[in-house]
Nanobody, 122 residues
Framework: QVQLVESGGGLVQAGGSLRLSCAASGRTFSSHGIGWLRQAPGKEREFVAA????????SYADSVKGRFTISRDNAKNTVYLQMNSLKPEDTANYYCAASARPYYTGYSWDYWGQGTQVTVSS
């Protein structure tokens, strides 16, 4: 069984920063694509960022490009989402996801975390 556990969410003022973490366990993720998605109340789930486990390829939603960075620590089997210059519209529940495909930017991920709430106050 695969487990993804997010942490690092919280309340931050606009312009501030947060770093989300996603700890993966249960199997080796050396060939899995990893991503972050988010969902705000009353809205559809939105793709945020994705990368290959090797880090060779990354992708970002236009709304976060230049402000968010996805990265990973293979030794710790952990993926991060560094979020800078946060805006109130970034408020959402953020989910870590993994795909059996080496690189994936869609919505049909194979594994999901439970989510971590990020709230940005104006």
């Amino acid at each position: 069984q695969v487990q993804l556990v997010e942490s690092g969410g919280g309340l931050v003022q606009a312009g501030g920063s947060l770093r989300l973490s996603c700890a993966a366990s249960g199997r080796t993720f050396s060939s899995h694509g990893i991503g972050w998605l988010r969902q705000a109340p009353g809205k559809e789930r939105e793709f945020v960022a994705a990368m290959t486990w090797s880090g060779a390829m990354t992708s970002y939603a236009d709304s976060v490009k230049g402000r968010f960075t996805i990265s990973r620590d293979n030794a710790k089997n952990t993926v991060y989402l560094q979020m800078n210059s946060l805006k109130p519209e970034d408020t959402a529940n953020y989910y870590c996801a993994a795909s059996a495909r080496p690189y994936y930017t869609g919505y049909s991920w194979d594994y999901w975390g439970q989510g971590t709430q990020v709230t940005v106050s104006s």
